[in-house]
């Protein structure tokens, strides 16, 4: 049994075990995993973890957009449930622990819970939600967003992937059309909800800290960025004759390096994407077309890379004789996860002796949306590179342990041992 | 006839008339011409301009890569030819005058002279030069190379489009494979080779000069940049644990600007083609290949900017946590055109009372190659917004006719009039 000193720990081994067997269903030749929302494959993987569900002996709910939820009973029947999750859908070309590494981990929480027949007073929940990655079907998030209300169940339904087909119909030709309204929760909204993840970026490695105690999420906007020159013969063109919208694009991609440098250590500035036209050795380009991503922990920090950015392209625009557009095409607001949350996710680590670290989520992920309807926070584990959506993803099962253990202080904490 | 005060001229309506007739073979619907290198297009407008030149009395002559040369006899059996020409092949979105204005320049000559019963000398040659382009078929302006010894004549028969067909096949085809040795001209080389050509660039519009007096070409030397960080999830990675290529990339784009204008008036610099990997909005580029184009008109100075470019952007990649590989993949020497024919084009401009203005060229054009068996000259006339190589591409009349009566006058100097 736990005590202070010696507090209780998941099995490893199991937790291991069942993320592997998970990896099987839409295994790649690389050695990652293909189990894009709402396929064969997704209704394979999403079979197999309701099996584990009901084998564990959590009921079985599933909504109008097919998140699935598992509920293990609290002794108190009015408590609001204490809740985890994260989803089973990967990238094309995904790995084991995206998504998957939070779903295992929530489950492996009930199973020791169950061998060592501990009641919690609150009910406890493992969720995952649908279509995380918004790989086939937009917008990403989409099941924890219509869960939060962001996004209604029939607009979700209705959205189409590029064949045609409808995530209402593959909903119901996989078995996973439920009939519980989005947002609905027996008892009323999680009194909390911790999302476990791998980092997917090289923090933790680079600091050598199993555990990071995310303190919140980064906004983002994207935009769509658009400077018109004239292209012209590269050799007969004098330089000071020229409307290069290459020189002006590269200088902005510059910009936008210093931009997110002056807001350390939470502003980042990524040109992802460029198109040059024509694109011809000897030509120079009339036209390039590139994206920014821009985030930070604050709005006033966005708002300040907002401003810098359209005053720096117009100069810069000006500069090399060309002109600039500019379209902002994604907005994230930044999310600061609920004080008390966070403080039990940093209560479990001490309690369990890991080394931890404050750290910021740069990716979107469910329990963002989560966030806007109930006490969320989330734990991140270091993964080999900071690499993911990437069949070569890669993590220690000492760190997944690890991490499991702290989600199951952390819930066990908000929850109460019966 | 012609005195000091009244000096010959060509017929500007009949030269303007050719030129359209000629851009009727290949018309494309937007007003320009695509008669591709050694196609049925490019066969009839060989053909067409054949007959002309029969019709005006030339004797015409074809080598074994299908160069056409059509001979005016001169007083005096023993004297080299003074010769003109260009290129009748076009862009696949090609306009009516790159190429064409030279040889029907040169043909006006001839008829000029024929109508007024004027002989010369030495004898006058009126060229086009084989697959100047290299649309279909590489290297450009591959007539002109072989004529002056840069390539075997065997080798250009053996180079290949991208369906298989060799260049001697489509020769064949067309009719066009002749039986005189590369570079042998009746009598000895070329004592003159002058070139009509419109400027391909914006100088002489911006100076308001109908011709420029070319002095020489700048040299060329081309490399393929690939550029090397590791990709990653644009949220997660903070900052100052990225390798970003792309940032890499777009500093040494401007590098590659701030180095051609240091080699200020000759020094060019394009970065024209742009690959990146993945090109992903939310990826921070792990790899960006580009292409950079030098030119100047010292080899000193192309050194100079080689050099410059290898140091920065080591610094560069090493500033962005990327490495860098270079490869030269083109060299062009600078040309100087030989001061006798300079002297003659600028002294025919004199003595017809044209604004003129000393120019370089900037694109490689057949009189380079000639360059390096006879004394060559060029005379530039001004083109629309500086455009070629597009349906668009236009000259003025006036320009057209005032670039040709230079031609005229500076080789009757060269030709002597008997």
Known sequence: MSTPANPLRIDADRLWQSLMDL???GATPKGGVCRIALTDEDKAGRDQVVQWFQEAGLAVRIDEVGNVFGRRAGTDPQARAVATGSHI???PTGGKFDGNYGVMAGLEVVRTLNAQGIQTVAPLEVAFWTNEEGTRFTPVMMGSGAFAGVFGAEDICSQQDGAGITVGAELERIGYRGTVACGDVPGGPFAAYFEAHIEQGPVLEAYDKPIGVVSGALGQQWYDVTVTGMDAHAGPTPMDLRHDAMLAAARMMDAVNRIALDEAPHGRGTVGHVQVLPNSRNVIPGQVKFTVDF???SQDGLDRMDLGMRTQFAQLAAQCQCSVALEQVVKFEPCVFHADCVASVRHAAEQLGYAHMDVVSGAGHD?????????????????KDGISHNEIEDAKAEHLAAGCNVLLHAMLERAGIA
Chains 1, 2 share one sequence.
């Open 89 to 91: 859908d990967t990238q």
């Open 23 to 25: 990896a099987r269903i």
């Open 295 to 297: 985030r930070n922990l």
């Open 367 to 383: 329990a963002v949306y989560v966030h806007g309807v109930s006490p969320t926070g989330m734990i991140f584990v270091p993964c």
